[in-house]
């Protein structure tokens, strides 16, 4: 009997090794794939070979017979099916893939279709290590000798979103020069060809995106007239599409003036502009295009030729009919099988509002504020049509009331927030993401793809979870980990105030030149000496970390912790010991020695500690030479700073007595705010007041109506309620700028107050959408 069962258990033992997938160094792997295979797949292959190479030192063979990796499409590769793997998890599913450990233990990659093949094959590449910023941000995987999967293992994913990718923005300081004059030399600057654009793509891939808005500007050649870009998009399997400006597969702002004639008008120049539109079209058959529809003016300007709201209805339902006509043409007779979008963005969503006819196959797309705070979440009838629902969204901005280009500093933390409300309001057709240069913007890229990959695997661990794991990834578990509060404090402090905001400027404001005067912000000396203590602190971090970075991770480090961080610091050193300094406070010359360190943090991204200049030409720390960014000129004032308010009590929202209300990781001045839902409220405890009559200071994430047109709530002390508080913003009006600039709207009410050991203050949310930050109660 003991010689049966130990022949047995070693029998089992030898199965489980047997069942397992494993690789090491010196071993020879071979990838069974079709040639048959699209594109993508094979360019997924191609990168999953450098990867295996980098990490294992040896090479990865691809071959049609039998080999340790079996890789196919469903309907492709016979072998898929033939293997009698479990593939009910692909079936009608649309870029989905498993990977699974057969039975005799070889791994099977397999995919719904080509695109979801490609990215199981990625996921093959994040399981040995290798980072999605690989060549983006000098992540260089660390070796290893041997990998393994073990037996019965089984991972099938499919999009959350079915189109997600980037728009490339504003890239005048950035991707553009650093493309043209440095990776990809042209004879000018002004263009972003190819082989700028296939590492874009490869980034896509690795990132599971499958949509990309080129740069626009007039600074940079189009997409479709450089030479090679047509056709590294199709080796990557990219949808190509164009923001609100850019109907038709057309980047207007650069093409208008070279293939159009006479004005981009389509009321009394209507035949040169279809010709115009006709022209790409009949160009691009055969590509992959997700096509904006309807029509602005040239760049981000409003139509041309009709004035008023009535009258552009009319030109755009006139619009709409053409340029579907054209899809049907050129593209499919069915054209409600032809990929879509509109765009109702600045005035032309006022042209929506009143009553504008959107064909029922196009989907919807909204957008943000620029500032991050989504203006409008779709109706339950715009829910219902067929062409679904999408965002577009900015973590980086050029405009009014001032731009944000330099630094990677947009709250996570707002940005999972606000996209996850879009997401449980059916937003899920197509998500795109204003990226600026890319760089440095890599964490809410990757977080923002993550969440339209699996948004519910980005729900179930958390934005400070999926942060640390990013870290912990890049720079190994024990810095990753203490990095975490690093960053935290980083975005938050940026949250309060971005580092491009600190000269109390503003920009676009053509009425005056008084707004692009460097002044003081409205805070008291204790709290600027606070924020600086803090940014010295986490600047002080990011150093002594810095010293644990191992050999070869330099670079990744600098970009995408030391210089964001310590730039971050360092503007906030050279505002604020300026505003000091203005008072008598401190030595100006504390705020001249930050903008020389800011000059060179920059030098060094430019010119790299070890990957030889790399990024020459793309970090400028003075996008369009506004005035925050440059020494500050030495002056003096007499006006006192802001004192600081003693109050009888403060509480961030979560600090309630009790309540209904859902936190917000993260979020907020202290990252303590919640939402309240609608018809629900939460109760502060107040001792004995001091006063028979307080102001109550209610601050609120400064978001955009849910639903309808209005965002109230009430507050009561005591079951003295107030009326409807409003505080929605219209447009771009004067509060609406104040609020995007300090990440908070203001309320402040008086009301009587009882001397009584315990007063109960009750705030009440009347419509979707309240997100409560922090209130204060004053004595009067």
Known sequence: MKIGFLTILLFLVVQT?????????GMTVTVNCDKSEAPVVHTALELLQRDYRAVFSDSLHCEETRGNILVGTLEVNNAVEQSKADLSGLKGMREAFLLTVLPDGRLLIAGSDSHGTAYGIMELSRLIGVSPWKWWADATPMKRKSFELPSGYRNVQAPSVEYRGIFINDEDWGLMPWSSLHYEPWYKPGRIGPKTNERIFELLLRLRANTYWPAMHECTQPFFLTKGNREVAKKFGIYIGGSHCEPMASSTAGEWSRRGKGEYDYVNNSTSVRNFWEERVKEVDGQEILYTVGMRGVHDGAMNGARTVEEQKRVLERVFADQRSL???????????VPQVFIPYKEVLDVYNAGLEVPEDIALMWCDDNYGYIKHFPTEAERARKGGNGIYYHVSYWGRPHDYLWLGTFSPYLLYQQMKQAYDHDVRKIWILNVGDIKPIEY??????????????????????????FLCREFGEKVGRELLPVMQEHYCLAHIRKPEFMGNTREEEYHTNDYRIVK?????KEYILQRLSDYQTVSDEAERLSAQICDGREDVYFQLVKYPVQAAAEMNKKMLYAQLARHGEADWGRSDAAYDSIVSLTRIYNTGIRNNGKWHRMMDHQPRRLPVFEPVDRSVT??????????????????????DFVPCEGLGYEGKAAVIPKEKEVTFELPDCPSDSVEVEVRLLPSHPVE????????ALDKEETLPIHYETKGRSEEWKENVLRNQAIRRVALPARKKKLNK??????????ILDQVSVYPL
């Open 17 to 25: 090794a047997w069942g397992q997938f494993r690789v090491h160094s």
């Open 520 to 524: 003081d912000m409205p805070w008291s």
């Open 444 to 469: 809410q890229t990757e977080l923002f793809l993550d969440m339209a990959w699996n948004i519910e695997e980005v729900n179930k661990e958390g934005v400070s979870a999926h942060l640390s794991n």
């Open 708 to 715: 309808g047109t209005q965002l109230r709530f009430t507050i």
């Open 638 to 659: 007499m006006k006192p700073m802001k004192e600081e308010r003693a109050a009888i009590r403060r509480w961030n929202a979560v600090e309630c007595a009790k309540g």
């Open 761 to 770: 203050l009750v705030i009440k949310a009347l419509d979707e959408g309240v």
């Open 327 to 337: 899809l049907q043409q050129y593209v499919n007779k069915d054209v409600t099988k």
